[in-house]
């Protein structure tokens, strides 16, 4: 570990802006290290789901972070210092303490301004049964699928199927909801959305040739809505000595939905 680094594992509690909701419990890591910038600071990296739903709670936040765009072959030897794990999103504050997970920034994100009520506390504890729904077995499958020539013990119509059973869940949700658990907006969306979206990815053919109209109208939305158009902007890989990039604020409307 470096010098001047302080390790701590704890208990953190999690509450909606409904104080009225109970609090979620999260295991997270800090890690603090000493910053000298005056803004909170993001890595990141465009196409990856998991920093897409990051890059959206910090949109949806309205909050200004520093960005630094890495590439996964040459991951900046500053990120590795404050993560060694080498995964992104990585957030470190202004004070130092560093956030390595997507939906814990998501979440921090938005206990710090939450105009349009993600955290909404009706829903806060389904949406984050759908989260870890999500992350623990859709994921599994959609790695499968997209990558099947690299997982040979099934087909990669088998793995598809697999993966349709979280589909069929979201699909039984957008029939009655215009998002996932209501009218409006919530950290379920932005934290499922990005998976979906690759998932379509794969094959665009099959995928809106499958029995899923509500749910692809949904990702449809999502794909032309201003705060993910923003998420996806493309940026030149960090490198030291680079200009400062303000996330949120000072970068390119030039969107590229590749």
Request: hydrophobic share 40%; with cysteine; glycine share 4%.
């Amino acid at each position: 570990m470096n010098e001047g680094v302080v390790t701590t594992i704890f208990k953190m509690m999690i509450c909606p802006s409904n104080k009225q909701s109970p609090p979620l419990k999260l295991s997270i890591q800090i890690r603090t290290i000493p910053m000298t910038s005056s803004y909170h600071l993001l890595y990141s990296f465009r196409r990856c789901p998991y920093a897409m739903c990051a890059r959206l709670g910090i949109l949806f936040a309205e909050l200004q972070v520093e960005l630094r765009e890495i590439t996964l072959k040459h991951k900046p030897p500053q990120m590795l210092a404050i993560s060694p794990k080498g995964t992104v999103p990585v957030l470190q504050l202004v004070d130092g303490t560093v956030i390595e997970e997507s939906r814990e920034i998501m979440i921090w994100a938005l206990e710090q301004q939450d105009p349009q009520r993600l955290l909404n506390a009706k829903t806060f504890h389904q949406a984050n049964a759908l989260i870890d729904k999500n992350d623990n077995e859709f994921k599994y499958w959609l790695d499968r699928y997209k990558y099947a020539d690299r997982y040979l013990e099934m087909t990669q119509t088998e793995y598809r199927q697999r993966g349709e059973g979280f589909l069929e869940v979201l699909e039984a949700l957008l029939t009655k909801n215009t998002y996932l658990l209501g009218k409006s907006i919530t950290i379920a969306d932005i934290g499922i959305m990005p998976f979906v979206r690759q998932f379509a990815h794969v094959d665009r053919d099959v995928f809106y040739s499958l029995p899923y109209p509500n749910l692809q109208r949904w990702l449809q939305d999502w794909l032309q809505h201003s705060r993910f158009l923003q998420a996806m902007t493309k940026f030149q890989p960090w490198q030291e000595g680079d200009e400062v990039v303000i996330f949120c604020q000072n970068f390119s409307k030039e969107f590229d939905e590749r």
